[in-house]
């Protein structure tokens, strides 16, 4: 296997083993982690009848935010690597319920043509990091975007501005076994976007144009409840798979340990208050375009 061959089998086991993490907190995930997309959705604005790809849709809860806005003359579709957050996305957001939505497990790299496309616009909450060749999937979505089309997307930028995350991993990390491979360098993981010119050199090596980056600090809220709290944020980070697998007496050591990292995050009584900082970013597709 080629170095971007072996990225993708790595991330494709990781997010299959992901998947049952991010199944089980799926509410928890639309409903506190709502900030790291709002300014996003914000910005995509998406409209009345149009058509619009959600790229590593997950579990599928901004894929039925999209569904809602562009209502039953638009149409949207949900793309997303992991089987299981795909089966339960539809599970979630039946088209009975959300007429125009659709979803589709497949590795938005590899994808020759996206179901459904042509799209007016695409929209990815924290997920162009994670790719393993992101020039390839930013390619993908260009394709699938009519000329004109626009891409607004959010991603982290770099550990500092986003310390919950390595909190959960640090504190839980010394009771679980073996965890995956941490990412070196450009290899894909939350932070691979830290430093904004790569993002906008992907972006244009893909073929967008007019790209802008603008760093946001956005929190999310979540309620003064350490244990739930710490398992949420474990389950799904790269401890999640070894959290699981764990025998219970590590799992409620691993969730103190991430629970006192977590700590000065929290106000008694009030709960948690969750800095993050992303990058949103938006690009848009020649007007006539004509790359392959
Ligand atoms: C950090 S999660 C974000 C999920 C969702 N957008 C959210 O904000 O709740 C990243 C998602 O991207 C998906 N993903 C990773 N690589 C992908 C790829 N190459 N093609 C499609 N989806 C991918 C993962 O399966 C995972 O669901």
Known sequence: MDGTATLRHRNATFWANAAP?????????????????????HRLAPQPAERVLDVGCGCGGTTADIAAAVGADGAVVGIDLADGMVVTARERFPADRYPGIRFQAADIE???????APFDAAFSRM???????P???CATIRRALRPGGRLVATVFRDGGANPWLPAALLGAAPHVGALPPLPVGDEPGPFSFADPTRLDRVLTAAGFVNVTIEPHDVTMNAPDEADVVAEWLIEIGPAGAA???APPANQANARAGAARLLERFRAPGTGYR????????TAATPAQDVRA
């Open 21 to 41: 993490g991010w199944i089980r907190h799926a509410d928890r995930q639309d409903d506190i982690g709502r900030p790291l997309g709002a300014v996003g959705m």
């Open 110 to 116: 590899t994808l020759d043509v996206v179901p459904g």
């Open 127 to 133: 997920t162009l990091m994670l790719l393993a060749d």
């Open 135 to 137: 020039v390839a999937g």
């Open 243 to 245: 959290y699981r697998a």
């Open 274 to 281: 969750l800095p993050a900082g992303i990058w949103l970013v």
